[in-house]
C-alpha cells in the first residue's frame, strides 16, 4: 500500500461541514446572489423554516453566510455568500455536472 | 428574484449522497487505487469495521464503488472505485483546495 498516502484531516472536516441535509442546496441557491430568508425557503421546497434558520446559525458561525440588516421601512434582511462561501463555487460546479452525467 | 433560478433535484440527490459521514473520506482513500477492506480501515482511524462495511453496500448500490475477489489462497477481496466512482475526481480536488485553504 503506497505508504505516502495520508488522509487530510481538514478535507474530513469541510466534508463533515457541507454533507449536512440542505446545506449544499442553501450554498447552491446563494450561489446566484443574496436573498431574503423566504426567497430562499421559497426555492427550495421541502425545507423547513426552522431547519433553514438552524442551516444558517450554523453557515453564519462556519463563516460561510453573513447576515445583512438594510435599515429601511419594512427592514429588509438578507443572507449572502461570505469569500469563504463563494470560494466553493469550482467545488460546485465539478459536483453539478458529476450529478447531471451520473444521478438518474 | 432571477426567475430562471431553479434547484437541480440531480444535485440534491448527489448531496444527500456523498454527505453522509465518512463516504468523502472512503471515496478519496479509493481515489489512490483499489484497496483490501483493512487497509481501508487503517487508513480512516476513527471509522468502525461495521460503518466501513455499511458505508461500502451504499457504495456498491449506488454503483460507485465494485468488490473484486481475487481466486488466490488466501482469497484476496479489493474494493475500487468504478467509472461512477472516479468521475468524482475533479469535484474533490476542488474541494480538497478549498478545505486546505479554508479550514482551520
Not at 453564519?60 to 453566510?65: K, M, N, Q, R, T
Amino acid at each position: 500500500m503506497e505508504e505516502d498516502f495520508h488522509l487530510c484531516p481538514k478535507f474530513e472536516a469541510a466534508f463533515q461541514l457541507l454533507g449536512k441535509r440542505w446545506t449544499g442546496l442553501i450554498l447552491r441557491v446563494l450561489m446566484n446572489g443574496p436573498k431574503r430568508f423566504k426567497d430562499i425557503s421559497h426555492l427550495i421546497p421541502n425545507i423547513s423554516d426552522k431547519m433553514l434558520a438552524e442551516r444558517f446559525k450554523e453557515l453564519e458561525a462556519e463563516g460561510l453566510v453573513v447576515r445583512r440588516v438594510y435599515d429601511e421601512v419594512p427592514i429588509r434582511i438578507e443572507y449572502e455568500l461570505t469569500e469563504k462561501g463563494k470560494a466553493l463555487e469550482p467545488m460546485m460546479n465539478e459536483f453539478q455536472k458529476w450529478a447531471e452525467v451520473w444521478m438518474k
